[in-house]
């Protein structure tokens, strides 16, 4: 199994500024993935971050807006840039063990309100 | 492209009573399915999972029998405890493994009142 831990669990923003998700696995992981839950909707991949190579976005998330570090293989951070209220969500990292295993395990998970 | 639906909540029942969460998915190969639970102030957790048609995934008294024919992976449990009260997201992946890519329903909150 493994822990997930994440911060900040929660802040609020004013729009135009950026804020840094930091995610901590306790133990070494190949990938980490990183999820957007809109209220009332469903966990969204943002981005798939694998240690030593750049982020894989998915549709719709772009670079420029939501950077991504993978500096190790234990910890991971996501920033939101240039903030709007369209970004108030709760952001989630997760992280797959191995190939083998069907199961991912999450963090806790970041509640964001942009103001 | 894969989805998943699952009934809207919130789901509001009495302690021991029966408990069923549906679950309708629509995907183009052959996927894993799965149920996580959310409990208050946590992480998702992996609840149970099948991979492939007519399994059954059963834990802590949960269960879901993998409907290739209706596309149904529907949550059951017989007797719901206080203690259960949570949201519970069905999901799939259509990868070998379960490795990327997971879908998720929108989560179905339960309350069970004592």
């Known amino acids: 199994s493994a822990v997930i831990s994440q911060k900040p669990s929660r802040d609020i923003c004013q729009r135009g500024t950026s804020l840094t998700i930091q995610c901590q696995v306790d133990s070494q992981v190949t990938m980490m993935f990183w999820y957007r839950q809109q209220p009332g909707q469903s966990l969204t991949l943002i981005a798939t971050?694998?240690?030593?190579?750049?982020?894989?976005?998915e549709s719709g998330f772009v670079i420029d807006k939501f950077p991504i570090s993978r500096p190790n293989l234990t910890f991971s951070t996501l920033t939101v840039s240039n903030m709007s209220p369209e970004d108030s969500s709760i952001y989630l990292c997760?992280?797959?063990?191995?190939?083998?295993?069907?199961?991912?395990?999450f963090g806790p998970g970041t509640r964001l309100t942009v103001t | 492209g894969n989805s998943v639906t699952q009934m809207e909540g919130p789901v509001t029942l009495s302690e021991e009573a029966f408990l069923t969460i549906n679950c309708t998915y629509t995907?183009?190969?052959?996927?894993?399915l799965f149920w996580y639970v959310q409990y208050p102030g946590e992480g998702l957790q992996l609840l149970l999972k099948a991979t492939k048609a007519d399994d059954k995934g059963s834990n802590k008294g949960f269960e879901a029998t993998y409907r290739k024919e209706t596309t149904s992976f529907h949550l059951e449990k017989g007797s719901v405890q206080v203690s259960d009260s949570a949201v519970y997201f069905c999901?799939?992946?259509?990868?070998?493994?379960?490795?990327?890519?997971?879908?998720f329903g929108t989560g179905t909150k339960l309350q069970v009142i004592p």
């Open positions: 971050a694998n240690q030593g190579s750049e982020a894989t976005y």
């Open positions: 999901a799939l992946s259509d990868q070998p493994g379960g490795y990327q890519k997971v879908t």
């Open positions: 997760s992280v797959h063990l191995d190939s083998s295993s069907y199961e991912q395990y």
């Open positions: 995907a183009t190969g052959y996927p894993s």
